[in-house]
């Protein structure tokens, strides 16, 4: 069955430090998605990938698909307060398969 | 706002109860999902609804049942709630695969 591995679990960093969240698939992807989710609220999409080596930016949060699309590393520059949250990754295996979502990345910046 | 809405927000059960949790999406989309997040275990697929007139089961669905009403509404029905029960639950709708999904705000229900 498809695995979806988020790496770390959670993360705490100084504000104005950048840092990168991980997700592994076993299994190439048709797509991953990324979402964030601020504490006790619902998931806001942030991007989607596609294409093997694609890379996708929202604000100052950039993402990017490896060329074997089985990985994605979401990179967070100068990062600040409203950053703060869980982050979740989200896989399909093809067009018309459902999303399976990774265990989330807790965040926490410090002031 | 377009987008898909939750009731209720909270809800505290007592083992046994039943209740229904409704979703509402106004986005024209044909796909639906239940979700329920619990710590350290990230979101996980209760059922889904591909299309009008159709669900399915996903990872967890024992001890719950859905109903597709219409295209807008997939409502998640709780029959004899049980502690194991307690969680945040997530109602979703796609337009399709390539687009993502539109999740609602989420409903916390306790079973006591």
């Known amino acids: 069955s498809q695995e979806l591995e988020q790496s770390p679990q959670s993360l705490i960093v100084q504000e104005g430090k950048n840092l990168t969240i991980n997700c592994t698939s076993s299994?190439?992807?048709?797509?991953l998605y990324w979402y964030k989710q601020k504490y006790g609220e619902g998931l806001i999409f942030l991007m989607m990938?596609?294409?093997?080596?694609e890379e996708k930016s929202h604000e100052k949060i950039t993402a990017k698909l490896d060329e074997k699309k089985q990985q994605s590393s979401l990179h967070i520059t100068a990062s600040q307060p409203s950053h703060a949250g869980i982050y979740l990754c989200?896989?399909?295996?093809?067009?018309?398969?459902?999303?399976?979502f990774g265990k989330g990345t807790r965040l926490h910046i410090l002031p | 706002n377009a987008g898909v809405t939750q009731t209720p927000k909270f809800q505290v059960l007592k083992t046994g109860q039943s209740m229904t949790l409704q979703c509402a999406q106004d986005?024209?989309?044909?796909?639906m999902y239940w979700y329920r997040q619990d710590p350290g275990m990230g979101l996980r697929l209760i059922y889904y609804?591909?299309?009008?007139?159709?669900?399915d089961k996903g990872e967890v669905p024992n001890g719950y049942n859905v109903s597709r009403l219409n295209k807008r509404e997939f409502s998640l029905r709780l029959e004899s709630a049980a502690p194991s029960q307690t969680s945040v639950y997530f109602c979703?709708?796609?337009?399709?695969?390539?687009?993502?999904?539109?999740f609602g705000s989420g409903t916390r229900l306790t079973v006591v």
């Open positions: 979703a709708s796609s337009g399709g695969t390539a687009y993502g999904y539109t």
């Open positions: 299994k190439t992807l048709y797509g």
């Open positions: 990938l596609q294409k093997g080596g």
């Open positions: 989200g896989a399909a295996l093809n067009r018309d398969d459902k999303i399976i």
């Open positions: 986005m024209n989309h044909n796909s």
């Open positions: 609804s591909a299309s009008e007139g159709t669900t």
